[in-house]
């Protein structure tokens, strides 16, 4: 593994850059993975709809929580203007709603820029759907440098690159002396593939224990930190 | 009207007298009264016929009238006899029909809880019987059908059985709403000649019982209370040598042995034990120290299959079995004849419930009821001692009446919207009307509506919510069949972890474990049920397979009971007994047993007298401990510990993990925590203690966790119900993800708002505290530094309830763990 770190200055823009596999790659406290050599933003499993899905389904989840997470969007695209977005999977929970809706008249203030969807699990919508929101569609992965962007990474077949991964939400737990416990959303990057934390705040978080060698990114509520 | 001159109260006194019997002054008092059109409570000891008091009041009234039977179907429905307990329904109901055929009353008598069956249900349905018996569940379910506004026209009394049992709990307000409801439909109906009864075993705060029961004060109220008093002897089993028993633990199997005479020398006994997980291991233990014990004796708790469970309850009745290990599920009311001894093992924590125990042996009156108390560690043995001199003294603890439970109150007006639908105006001043809704503000209650009609939003443009909906008639109502379904399955306030059915490969259903347990568990792996060793073998559609298992040994469940706290009255006890055995001013043989631990307790550090508040600093190589003992309960010592921590922290930044038990807590911090005698005063004040538990909970997990049942109850979360209901993957979430984005995105959601109020109540106890700490403030404090641990502070080192309390930035502290952590590698 070639990975080495940069500190200091980078940590009042609340992100980390690292270098992988030869690429740099910026870790963004707002749950999203910038390549500057590709002017590219990546992010995953953004699950769009699942609040109103919930609600149609007659439980009381805050319809603000989607807006808020394209609201968050809007400010990386601020932020980096990249070229492309790319979303590693599950952008959309369940079906078509009011939700999807928002996202499409969100959608038509970055004409400009490409939208790219490797397909999840949950990404079930009719190919028409997606075109007309003009998201470009990639499946299993997408492929990119060093990098095979893959929505579960055991599924990759690129035995040549690297897969960047989401899926799983996860999430890792500090342990200190004295028993104490915290539990933040983090990035991790293994030996045999990367796993992006999910971008939506209505997710869960699945734990991972990391390995010897294994790095993680901890997302706490105002910084990335290296674990 | 003179009952005496009544031909039903003639008839009953007949029936009484060939049988051999003759009412107590208190059953008459109780007949007269409803009879004259009073509602109330009924305050007895065990085994004095609390039951005839009021159903005999109905029976009297019912063979007065001429016309003795209403033969609409619809109308039939007399009298609703709400009870706690499954277990309790089905003795009742046998006692009822048996004595309404002797007095010729031609009266169904039917049951209606978790255990009835789809037909029978359906039977009911089609035609009520006179007397229901039903649980607070049952009762909300019934309201949830279309068509039962109509059921209750010619009801004449609700009988809350054990009310004390509800009272403190959020199924006491299940059984508010539905007599509100009740009394609404009879409004209306013209017909208000409902009373309502409860019975209840006595209390601290009998007299708020009946307000809550019939809030009205200006309604005909009356507490019938029995002058009988009820012979209890209790023993403490001791260990030969104080050195056998653990300094902590909650099993206490080291002095099984010493139950086996007591088992042989009674007719029939009952063991309780604190949990279902322990009381398994009990069963196997006896089994395996007395092998002659196979086949006569049995274990009865809630995971156990109805089935199952109803034939040991006969087996009790007929007294086949010569023992039965019991959880709480045998708490209540049954009345097993055979019964003539009791055992109790582990603290229980309450004298109420000690009491409640002993009653279940030697029913009939007159006889001496036998309680033997079995520790499970060594200072348990002056809880003995305390247990024992509150109930001579009758120092028995309140219960506290729910209010403002808006989960409860959510579920509930759903339970209505898929029944019959309800007019929001008319329920507002029904449940207005209630104890536990008497201070809703009209903004919380249109909040309220919100949340099930808009989904607490009503500004969003994109509103895709949909639940309870205004009908052409003018009333709410939840037209999709499916959330109706899904919402009959979440009636309720006991929330448990997910549960699924156990069964053999070969048919034939033992009991239910939770589904986290299962998880666990690999093809072959062996666990403990029901008292048999079972391999497991697959889950398939819900249901765990196994076969008998041909091992001897094997992991039992744990299931999350909740632990209970020590209470207020026991604690206060407890400190006088702390008082006694070193200066051996005392008459407690358990004392004496206990005495060399405390005579260790001095030499290492201190025995706390109960002036004294006593406080340890240990430094060892986890870290600084102190530990402190105010005997108040694992509740309050959870916030005096998070109040503690949060006022050291203000002296100089430090992060402290939390451990308590019900005699004391610790802190537990990586560097040296400041302490002496006018710090200690200073971090016990009771000066702004509001505004410093406000901050030193708040960065706390407590409201996270009272979330989780709020979230169950008002019906964010889908449990799924054994066999029953398979979640949608795509509507699965967790509490705690809920709470996280009510805190973000809602913060004015009344139900988040109940989560902290529920900590500040009932957790927080503020008044409790408060109290406390003026005692503390009027104490001595004495500090010691004992070189290990001491016999106080072992077993709260052993329990592990922790939480974690910090005035450190985040950053900084993250920074710190993670400095260490790479230290250790």
Not at chain 2, 647 to 663: Q, T
Request: proline share 4%; with cysteine.
């Amino acid at each position: 593994m070639n990975l080495h770190f940069l500190y200091g200055k980078f940590n009042i823009f609340k992100l980390m850059t690292i270098t992988c596999h030869g690429d740099e790659l910026i870790l963004d406290k707002e749950r999203a993975l910038y390549l500057p050599q590709h002017q590219l933003l990546a992010i995953s499993d953004l699950h769009l709809g699942k609040s109103a899905h919930f609600r149609s389904a007659g439980v009381q989840v805050p319809a603000t929580i989607a807006q808020n997470d394209l609201q968050r969007l809007s400010l990386l695209i601020e932020k980096y203007k990249p070229k492309t977005l790319l979303i590693n999977g599950d952008m959309f929970h369940h079906g078509l709603n009011t939700d999807i809706d928002e996202f499409s008249e969100w959608r038509n203030q970055y004409l400009q820029l490409q939208f790219l969807l490797v397909k999840g699990n949950h990404d079930r919508l009719a190919n028409a759907d997606y075109a007309s929101m003009q998201i470009d569609i990639h499946e299993p992965s997408y492929c990119l440098g060093p990098f095979c962007f893959i929505h579960d990474a055991p599924k990759c077949t690129e035995e040549e690159l690297y897969p960047i991964s989401g899926h799983i939400h996860p999430g890792v737990t500090i342990v200190g002396k004295a028993k104490q416990r915290l539990k933040f959303p983090c990035f991790y990057f293994g030996k045999e593939y990367a796993v992006l934390p999910a971008f939506s705040t209505f997710t869960g978080l699945y734990n991972i224990y990391p390995k010897t060698n294994d790095q993680i990114f901890a997302i706490t509520p105002n910084n990335v930190i290296k674990v | 009207m003179d009952q005496t001159k009544t031909k039903g109260y003639k008839k009953i006194k007949q029936w009484l007298k060939a049988n051999g019997r003759k009412p107590f002054k208190f059953q008459e008092d109780a007949w007269q009264n409803y009879l004259n059109g009073y509602s109330g409570l009924v305050n007895a000891p065990t085994g004095f016929g609390k039951t005839f008091s009021l159903f005999l009041a109905v029976t009297i009234e019912a063979l007065n009238a001429s016309e003795i039977n209403n033969k609409k179907a619809k109308d039939r429905l007399q009298l609703i006899w709400i009870t706690p307990l499954r277990s309790l329904a089905k003795d009742l109901a046998r006692a009822m029909r048996e004595t309404l055929t002797e007095l010729e009353l031609d009266w169904h008598v039917g049951v209606r809880n978790g255990d009835t069956s789809q037909a029978e249900k359906v039977q009911q349905k089609k035609s009520m019987p006179e007397i229901l018996l039903i649980t607070p569940e049952s009762l909300h379910l019934l309201l949830a059908q279309k068509g039962s506004s109509t059921l209750f026209k010619n009801l004449k009394c609700i009988v809350a059985d054990e009310w004390h049992e509800l009272l403190g709990s959020k199924r006491g307000v299940l059984v508010e709403l539905a007599i509100s409801r009740i009394k609404g439909l009879q409004k209306v109906e013209k017909k208000q000649f409902l009373r309502v009864w409860g019975i209840s075993a006595t209390i601290g705060n009998i007299e708020e019982a009946l307000d809550v029961l019939e809030p009205n004060l200006d309604a005909k109220r009356i507490i019938v209370k029995a002058d009988l008093e009820k012979k209890i002897l209790i023993k403490s089993v001791l260990p030969d040598d104080i050195d056998t028993l653990p300094w902590a633990g909650h099993l206490g199997l080291k002095l099984a042995y010493k139950l086996l005479p007591i088992i042989e020398k009674s007719k029939t006994t009952l063991i309780f034990i604190n949990t279902r997980g322990q009381s398994e291991m009990w069963y196997q233990h006896l089994l395996n120290i007395e092998p002659e014990l196979a086949g006569r004796i049995a274990i009865h708790h809630g995971s156990i299959d109805f089935e199952l469970r109803n034939w040991i309850e006969d087996a009790l009745h007929t007294g086949q079995l010569k023992a039965v290990i019991a959880t709480s599920s045998l708490d209540l009311g049954v009345d097993f004849k055979p019964v003539d001894t009791v055992v109790q093992v582990g603290s229980p924590k309450g004298v109420a419930r000690f009491l409640q125990r002993a009653g279940r042996s030697g029913h009939s009156p007159h006889e001496v009821s036998k309680i033997y108390f079995l520790p499970t560690h060594a200072l348990e043995l002056v809880e003995a001692a305390a247990i024992k001199e509150a109930a001579k003294t009758n120092n028995i603890e309140s219960r506290e009446p729910f209010i403002m439970v808006f989960d409860t109150l959510v579920q509930y007006l759903v339970t209505l919207a898929i029944g019959d639908g309800f007019d929001d105006k008319i329920i507002y001043e029904e449940i207005k009307n209630t104890n536990a809704f008497k201070l809703i503000l009209p903004e919380e209650w249109t909040w309220v509506m919100q949340f099930i009609t808009s989904g607490g939003d009503s500004l969003s443009a994109y509103n895709e919510f949909k639940k309870v909906t205004k009908d052409e008639d003018g009333l709410w109502k939840v037209k999709s069949r499916q959330l109706a379904m899904r919402h009959r399955l979440h009636i309720g306030t006991i929330v448990s972890d997910a549960m699924l059915k156990v069964k053999f490969l070969s048919g034939g259903y033992i009991g239910m474990v939770e589904e986290y347990f299962v998880t666990r568990l690999k093809a072959g792996d062996n666990f403990r049920l029901a008292g048999r060793v079972l391999e497991f073998i697959h889950v398939k559609d819900m249901t765990v397979i196994v076969r008998v298992s041909k091992q001897h040994n094997a992991i039992s469940p744990s299931w999350n009971g909740g632990r209970l706290p020590l209470s207020s009255n026991l604690g206060a006890v407890l400190r006088k007994k702390y008082n006694e055995a070193l200066d051996k001013t005392h008459q407690d043989e358990e004392l004496d047993c206990v005495y060399p631990l405390f005579l260790l307790q001095e030499k290492r550090s201190h025995v706390p007298r109960n002036d004294e508040l006593l406080i340890e600093l240990i430094n060892n190589k986890e870290g600084f401990h102190l530990f402190a003992y105010p005997f108040e309960g694992r509740l309050v010592h959870e916030v005096l510990a998070a109040l503690v921590a949060y006022r050291l922290s203000k002296l100089l930044p430090i992060s402290f993990s939390i451990a308590m038990n019900d005699y004391g807590f610790e802190l537990l911090s990586e560097i040296e925590i400041p302490m002496d005698e006018s710090i200690a005063y200073e971090v016990f004040s009771p000066k702004n203690l509001t505004k410093d538990i406000t901050l030193s909970i708040n960065s706390t997990e407590m409201a996270r966790r009272k979330f989780r049942d709020i979230a169950c109850i008002s019906g964010l979360v889908f449990q799924g119900y054994p066999g029953k209901y398979v979640a949608n993957k795509h509507l699965q979430s967790s509490a705690g993800l809920f709470f996280n984005v009510f805190s973000d995105y809602d913060k004015h959601n009344l139900l988040l708002r109940q989560a902290y109020d529920e900590v500040f109540y009932q957790q927080l106890e503020e008044p409790r505290l408060a109290a406390a700490l003026e005692r503390i403030q009027n104490s001595i404090v004495v500090i010691t530094n004992p070189k290990s641990f001491t016999p106080l502070s072992f077993p709260i080192k052993v329990d592990s309830l922790r939480e974690n309390m910090s005035s450190e930035e985040l950053e900084q502290r993250i920074a710190r763990m993670k400095a260490e952590s790479e230290k250790i590698k």
